[in-house]
């Protein structure tokens, strides 16, 4: 538990940090949150959506939206959570739509890397195939919790306020869905 509060107490810092630059210059303040929040949004796109390209136009709609929302830099106001869940949103509805048009997706060529990385990223890639398989075979509310609190690194209150549910829910919710993957994994050295 200590380890959370230093990284909660820097964030605050940080957002107050954020908020005073944006009654000064608002533009710079975007600056600075888009920088910060830009890759995490990114990733957490790509893994809803697996699509680099609708990822990259979500995270640019997700800012677009930022930038037009005048309670953005507002004391009350929770900068992170606020762009998760706008992520979170644009993407179901790229799927939702996807579906609709009947649309196939394809996948993304992988980025082009060196020989001496090849036989890390081949065990990363076999690993991560196996734990995104398993992870399908679960609930969409355990995938999306489990993804915001491993993947995109959200604290206990931040996905509580990024999917309007209490905290007490995301903790009963994120110890099921950690149990649903492990009963969806293979026993060790069965792959």
């Known amino acids: 538990m200590e380890a959370i509060e230093p990284r909660r107490v820097d964030r605050d810092e940080a957002d107050a940090a954020l908020r005073a630059l944006a009654r000064v210059d608002r533009n710079a303040a975007m600056d600075r949150v888009i920088r910060r929040y830009r890759d995490r949004l990114f990733h957490h796109a790509a ?6 390209q609708e990822a990259f136009d979500v995270t640019q709609e997700v800012f677009i939206r930022a930038m037009r929302e005048p309670r953005f830099f507002e004391d009350d106001f929770k900068i992170k959570p606020w762009l998760f869940r706008v992520t979170s949103n644009l993407c179901f509805n790229n799927v939702r739509d996807r579906r609709r048009r009947g649309a196939i997706l394809e996948a993304f060529p992988p980025p082009t890397e060196s020989a001496a990385d090849q036989v890390d990223r ?10 995104l398989l398993a992870m399908e075979r679960l609930t969409p509310d355990h995938r999306e919790i489990l993804a915001l609190r491993y993947y995109s690194d959200l604290t206990y209150e931040e996905i509580a306020e990024s999917l309007g549910i209490r905290l007490g829910t995301v903790m009963s919710r994120l110890s099921r869905a950690k149990g649903r993957l492990l009963e969806a994994l293979p026993p060790p050295g069965v792959v």
């Open 122 to 131: 081949v065990f990363a890639e076999e690993q991560q195939a196996v734990i």
């Open 47 to 52: 893994y809803v959506l697996k699509d680099y």
